[in-house]
T-cell receptor, first 115, second 108 residues
Framework: GAGVSQTPSNKVTEKGKYVELRCDPI?????LYWYRQSLGQGPEFLIY????????DSGLPNDRFFAVRPEGSVSTLKIQRTERGDSAVYLC?????????????FGPGTRLTVL | GQQVMQIPQYQHVQEGEDFTTYCNSS?????IQWYKQRPGGHPVFLIQ?????EVKKQKRLTFQFGEAKKNSSLHITATQTTDVGTYFC????????FGAGTILRVKS
């Protein structure tokens, strides 16, 4: 079956704008994660969903960042009033039930550039 | 908070030479995972280690989890050009924390 998909693959926006990034996890995976990866760094944890609820949102840098997963499948990461420092690759990953003890399958990422 | 350090940052080897990357956590881990990211790609899961002192092998790759469950290593024997990429360890304490990765370049 299909892997994790993310749209758009690239997003260029202006400082102060609002953006939405979408993630379609592997069918049947109940756990979904968002990460942010800057050049030369490892993925930085943002938020983890188990089903529809955010089980751990401690990685969200501030209240401009918000994520939802209303039906327990597709998730949207929302960034308000974007800043140049938000520029990075945003990675989504999913895994089978069992929280963080399972292999995570990563999507190709969305490269966000804030001008 | 939980921190995961990884060394070296970068290694350039001749094809056929061995390669090792090391990972150290500031806290005791429940498990550790290793991922490989090819240039321009996304992280791909390699393995998970759970038990203290555990050693696992995948062909030319050997993974080790320390006795104290705070460090780990990945060793590649006789590197090939297909091994090129960035290798990340990711330690699970309260959540999965990735190291900064080791970039491996292989000269043929």
């Amino acid at each position: 079956g299909a892997g994790v998909s993310q749209t758009p693959s690239n997003k260029v926006t202006e400082k102060g704008k609002y953006v939405e990034l979408r993630c379609d996890p592997i069918s049947g995976h109940t756990a979904l994660y968002w990460y942010r990866q800057s050049l030369g760094q490892g993925p930085e944890f943002l938020i983890y969903f188990q089903g529809t609820g955010a089980a751990d949102d401690s990685g969200l840098p501030n209240d401009r960042f918000f994520a939802v997963r209303p039906e327990g499948s597709v998730s949207t990461l929302k960034i308000q009033r974007t800043e140049r420092g938000d520029s990075a690759v945003y990675l989504c990953a999913s895994s089978w039930a069992g929280a963080n003890y399972n292999e995570q399958f990563f999507g190709p990422g969305t490269r966000l550039t804030v001008l | 908070g939980q921190q995961v350090m990884q060394i070296p940052q970068y290694q350039h080897v001749q094809e056929g030479e061995d390669f090792t990357t090391y990972c150290n956590s500031s806290t005791t881990l429940s498990n550790i995972q290793w991922y490989k990211q090819r240039p321009g790609g996304h992280p791909v899961f390699l393995i998970q280690l759970v038990k203290s002192g555990e050693v696992k092998k995948q062909k030319r790759l050997t993974f080790q989890f320390g006795e104290a469950k705070k460090n780990s290593s990945l060793h590649i024997t006789a590197t090939q050009t297909t091994d090129v990429g960035t290798y990340f360890c990711a330690g699970h304490g309260n959540k999965l924390v990735f190291g900064a990765g080791t970039i491996l370049r292989v000269k043929s």
